[in-house]
């Protein structure tokens, strides 16, 4: 639980006093406790009167009256639900409103609850998506779904009972009151901002003569039956409890964690500050005299000259007879025992000095000098201190070194002579092992050898680097090697500004200032220094005492404190749909799609390159090429792509993302030669799995990495892009069957050119960076705010710390999650987590639906089936096939995010089922006369020939509009905790379909004919549309977090409605946005 004050709570222009309605000028009580009275917007004061259904429901003259005037026989579809006119003010930190049941009715079907203003009115609240409430006839809490939860007692039995609703945003919650008397908190949280942007009360009616009457609490001659104001005394001091529970300052001594709270009484602060307070005149107060606060701050950050200037000019104001700086009721005196305080502070300023200023200006050989010969137990016991002290002073030489190379990068240095040695060192990665031995005294005392005089720079960098890795071997300590290895790799290169993007980290000027910051904490630990300054404690500890004094309001003095309630998380809500209105393409953004993109590449390659190969290949080896032969060959792809996909997602995670594309990699050029070399056909076999390996490895990781990376409003489009790059791929490789489909052993040239372009991309990796989620899920938040800084270049560095904040607290939750659910657990909760199985079975259900489709038999067998029906050049008519799906899904590229992923696949996946039974019809007339079968030699119609192809062309058409594309948006669908193990089951989906697939289709069509074939998969495709009719939400433009709010319901129905009243609430969000920036946005509804 968080409390905020006001000044941190989203307000909308109309929140203030003077906008409050005149009805509203009497304040209730229990407000003016939990809010601050400018700060409230509209409160509700009546039912509304414009989405009241007026012919069910009669409201009275004065609006706060309700009675049902409908059908007597109390049927569902019967119901009708009222609002109050103005939703609840967030800001009031708790609200509360109370029903009085006039009339009961004939069966006492009244229900009170609450919603967005989107749900429908048709029905009680809690049964629509966005809407909760406790029914009356049953005592059930109902939650967006048609069944509830035993929650309360049956409060519509009698007339004349007054039941209650509160709105606490303290806790999040919602509770409720019978008579004056608590019953429950209910057992849902509140929706959040995106769900409900807006919480308006409402009640239900269903039966004849129903009435009841609101009071919303703003009249004194109408108090409420429940004590609201002792239930905020009360959260009042709950979160006052809270408060103090959370204001600690933690850090590690000796490697234990230890923790000191702040005190929140005055009199108390000695426990916190020690020896540092001194009594006042009058022996009953406690306090420190701001003038030796800020003196030993600045001794204690190393200031030695503005200590002592600051120590003489308060010599001369007491010299004076005036009043000390920062002191009124305290007369300080500056006595001998007062200026030898301040001398030993002076002195120890002085001591610390030399030393920050030579890691300042980079002399690190200076600053080890001066902690050996006056703080050596520093060295002795900070093991990691001294490696980190040694391996800056490396790359302060390398930076010497380099410094006339650099234009003027940094200042300083001496020109370095080159020689050919000098050139041969820099270009090695690694320095030459042989490092003579170094016996030293105490190998924590160890001084790196001085280099010789007469060296230049270089070599005295190259030295120290020696001398570095003769002090760290990797047998000894193995967790230094990563570090050594990325700062050895600025001497690679002969420019710095070449070196990898970690090794241009550590010439970041600011390293110098945290390695002091380091070395100073451990200088303070070895002299029993405190490791804050008096000042900053006092200013924390002042900072905790004004939020407890406005938590506790007039309980505490005499002052107007408010209790400052409310959910931070509303804010952070804010700000995110905030930013996402600032997103655009950058081009390091499109640098990094299109590179991660040619995992795609590298897939259409493959199912592209072996439909020319298998027909180039029949006499390659001295095994007759049988058709089981060819369905092995093709398959074991598909084999090794299900293998690898399985633990796909999980290396990802443990690895990165970035790693895991190039492990893809090097299976993708591996497999290839293997295949160019083969000699056999279970040496291709061979080779074909291998490359699947890395097939099933970029298919997962790929989709997942420009997710993570992609701007929200963007993410769907630029996740299409792999798809483009897949069917890219596949148009290249007809394009490249076509062109050695004469040329003696071609197949092998077409199969060996796939490792071309996944050495370029293994490559290309070396620039990219890595998914900021992981960074921050290792706790590289420096590492994930420049890869932000990257990805949003356009917004200030407020609104980036927002955005890094809301990342965070989702990645937050998810590691715990992780930490508290083992990986075989987590993999469990796939199957048996309500709300992660649907999950589960959208993103798998898709992915299969995508295979069973039967396209990639087109992919597989296209030049072959084309053969085989009487055209002259098959390889080149796929060409036509490989074109249209390379031109549709550039469509669904440029209108996945405008049309929607569920309404794109419900426009398509029906045609599937025309294009494919048409398809099915073209090949029975096409084969009347053999049977039904395919016969070496037999000419075809032309006629039915060409169909054929329209039937082909169709069908891949709308494939790549929808299907081809929309199932790769799984990453979206899963937490951070669950994404690599869900898109891993997932693609393990796909590719299981896709090996039954292809070591099927030619048997069948030997089966069941090739009309029977398409047919079979016509039917396929017709459950497939079923599936994405009744279970496929559209998730379009919202954020990966707030997808999981999605399925927070009890049914795939309940999903899909919520994904739509979520998105039609952001778009609003949206443009109000930009309404009040003075502009439109092309998200609102209406445009």
């Known amino acids: 639980m968080t409390t905020a004050p006001f000044d941190q709570l989203p307000v909308k222009e109309s929140d203030s006093l003077d906008n409050i309605n005149p009805v509203n000028s009497y304040i209730p009580p229990y407000l003016a406790l939990s809010s601050t009275h400018d700060q409230l917007s509209l409160l509700p004061s009546q039912f509304d009167t414009k989405n009241c259904r007026t012919i069910k429901l009669d409201l009275s003259d004065n609006n706060l009256v309700v009675t049902y005037a409908g059908p007597s026989d109390g049927n569902e579809k019967d119901a009708a639900t009222v609002r109050v006119n103005e939703p609840i003010p967030r800001c009031s930190g708790i609200y509360y409103l109370e029903f009085e049941i006039l009339n009961r009715g004939t069966k006492g079907y009244i229900s009170i609850g609450y919603g967005n203003k989107h749900f429908k009115l048709t029905r009680l609240p809690g049964w629509e998506p966005c809407s909760w409430g406790y029914h009356g006839d049953d005592g059930c809490f109902f939650a967006q779904a048609a069944d509830g939860l035993k929650f309360g007692p049956e409060y519509s039995t009698t007339s004349g009972n007054v039941i209650g609703m509160g709105f606490d945003f303290t806790q999040n919650k919602s509770f409720y009151t019978l008579n004056g008397s608590f019953i429950a908190y209910s057992p849902e949280p509140l929706p959040s901002l995106q769900l409900c942007p807006e919480i308006y009360p409402c009640i239900g009616l269903r039966s004849d003569n129903e009435s009841v009457k609101v009071n919303f609490g703003l009249s004194e001659q109408n108090p409420f039956k429940f004590d609201i104001e002792a239930y905020v005394k009360r959260r009042k001091w709950d979160v006052i409890a809270q408060e103090i529970e959370n204001r600690r300052v933690d850090w590690r001594v000796d490697n234990e964690q230890r923790s000191v709270e702040f005190l929140e009484t005055p009199l108390e602060m000695r426990k916190v500050l020690g020896d540092r307070y001194t009594y006042s005149a009058t022996g009953d107060d406690l306090s420190m005299p701001m003038g030796e606060l800020v003196m030993e701050y600045l001794v204690h950050s190393s200031y030695a000259q503005t200590a002592r200037s600051f120590s003489e000019a308060l010599s001369k104001e007491n010299k004076t007879d005036k009043q000390p700086i920062g002191s009124k009721s305290v007369d300080m ?101 042989q490092i003579p031995p170094l016996e030293l005294p105490h190998p924590d005392l160890m001084r790196a050898p001085s280099p010789a005089p007469h060296l230049n720079p270089l070599d005295k960098a190259l030295a120290a680097g020696r001398a570095l890795q003769a002090k760290y071997p990797p047998q000894a300590y193995p967790e230094y090697q990563e570090r050594m290895r990325v700062a050895f790799a600025l001497v690679a290169h002969d420019n710095i500004e070449n070196a990898p993007e970690e090794s241009l980290e550590l010439l970041d000027i600011n390293e110098r200032q945290r390695l002091w910051e380091a070395v100073e904490m451990a200088i303070n630990q070895s002299e029993g220094k405190p490791l804050q300054s008096a000042l900053e404690l006092v200013v924390r500890q002042a900072g905790a005492t004004v939020s407890q004094a406005a938590l506790m309001g007039d309980d505490f003095n005499e002052s107007r404190g408010s209790l400052a309630f409310g959910d931070s998380s509303t804010k952070d809500d804010e700000l995110a749909v905030n930013l996402e209105a600032e997103e655009k393409v950058t081009p390091f953004v499109v640098f990094l799609t299109l590179a991660a993109a040619v995992s795609g590449m590298l897939f259409g390659l493959d ?58 990699d090097v299976f993708f050029t591996v497999g290839a030669i293997v295949q160019a070399c083969a000699q056999g056909v279970w040496t291709m076999i061979a080779g074909r799995f291998i490359l699947g390996l890395g097939v099933g490895w970029a298919s997962c990781v790929a989709p997942l990495y420009i997710s993570e990376l992609s701007p929200t409003r963007l993410r769907g489009r630029l996740v299409t892009v792999n798809a483009v790059f897949l069917t890219f791929g596949q148009v290249i490789a007809y394009a490249i069957g076509a062109a050695f489909a004469n040329v003696d052993d071609g197949w092998r040239y077409m199969v060996g050119i796939c490792a071309v372009p996944s050495g370029l991309q293994f490559i290309a990796l070396h620039w990219l960076p890595e998914s900021p989620r992981f960074l921050l899920s290792r706790g590289k938040d420096d590492g994930a705010i420049k890869v932000l800084s990257r990805i949003y270049p356009y917004i200030n560095q407020e609104d980036m710390k927002a955005k890094l904040y809301v990342l965070k607290q989702g990645v937050k939750e998810s590691l715990e999650i992780s930490k508290r659910v083992p990986l075989y657990k987590r993999i469990g909760k796939m199957f048996t987590e309500p709300v992660i199985l649907k999950v589960t079975i959208i993103a798998a259900g898709l992915q299969a639906f995508q295979q069973l489709s039967g396209f990639n038999t087109l992919m597989y067998y296209s030049a072959t089936l084309f053969a085989q029906i009487g055209f002259d050049q098959p390889t080149a008519t796929g060409l036509i096939v490989s074109g249209t799906n390379f031109l549709g899904t550039l469509f669904a590229l440029k209108y996945i995010d405008v049309i929607g992923r569920r309404r794109i696949m419900l426009i398509s996946a029906p045609m599937l089922v025309v294009s494919l039974t048409f398809a099915s019809v073209c090949f029975h007339f096409l084969t009347i006369e053999t049977g039904g079968q395919f016969v070496d030699g037999h000419s075809y119609p032309k006629v039915w020939s060409a169909l054929v192809l329209v039937a082909i062309v169709l069908y891949v058409l709308f494939y790549a509009v929808g299907l081809g594309n929309v199932p790769w948006q799984q990453g979206e669908l899963f937490t951070l905790e669950y994404r690599g193990i869900g898109t891993s089951l997932a693609t393990a989906s796909n590719w299981s379909c896709n090996l039954l697939i292809s070591l099927t289709y030619l048997s069948l069509i030997n089966k069941i004919t090739a009309s029977g074939a398409f047919g079979f998969y016509a039917g396929l495709c017709f459950l497939g549309t079923l599936f994405v009719i009744f279970c496929y939400p559209d998730l379009t433009k919202l954020s990966l977090e707030e997808v999981q709010d999605v399925f927070s319901g009890n049914s795939f129905k309940d999903a899909r409605r919520r994904a739509e009243v979520m998105r039609k609430s952001k778009s609003e969000v949206l443009y109000r946005l930009h309404e009040k920036e003075g502009g439109l946005t092309p998200d609102h509804p209406d445009e």
């Not at 006595?335 to 890691?359: F, V």
């Not at 060959?633 to 399985?646: F, H, P, Q, R």
């Open 607 to 664: 199912t592209g390159i072996i439909s020319g190969a298998l027909v180039e290949m029949d006499d390659a080896f001295d095994t007759e090429l049988t058709d089981t032969y060819k369905e092995l060959i093709t398959s074991a792809t598909t084999l090794g792509a299900l293998i690898s996909s399985l633990t796909a997602g999980i290396v990802a995670d443990i690895i990165g993302r970035r790693l895991a594309l190039a492990g893809a």
């Open 333 to 433: 005196e500056v006595d001998d025992s007062h200026s030898s305080w301040l001398q030993s502070l002076d002195e120890a300023a002085s001591a610390c000095k030399g030393t920050r200023n030579a890691i300042l200006a980079g002399d690190i050989e200076l600053a080890l000098s001066e902690i050996r010969a006056r703080w050596s137990s520093v060295l002795i016991d900070n093991q990691q201190l001294t490696f980190e002290l040694l391996l800056r002073k490396f790359v302060e030489l390398v930076i010497k070194a380099h410094s006339s190379e650099v234009n003027g990068l940094y200042e300083g240095g001496e020109d370095t002579a080159k020689n050919e040695e000098d050139m041969e060192m820099l270009q090695s990665p690694v320095l030459p092992p």
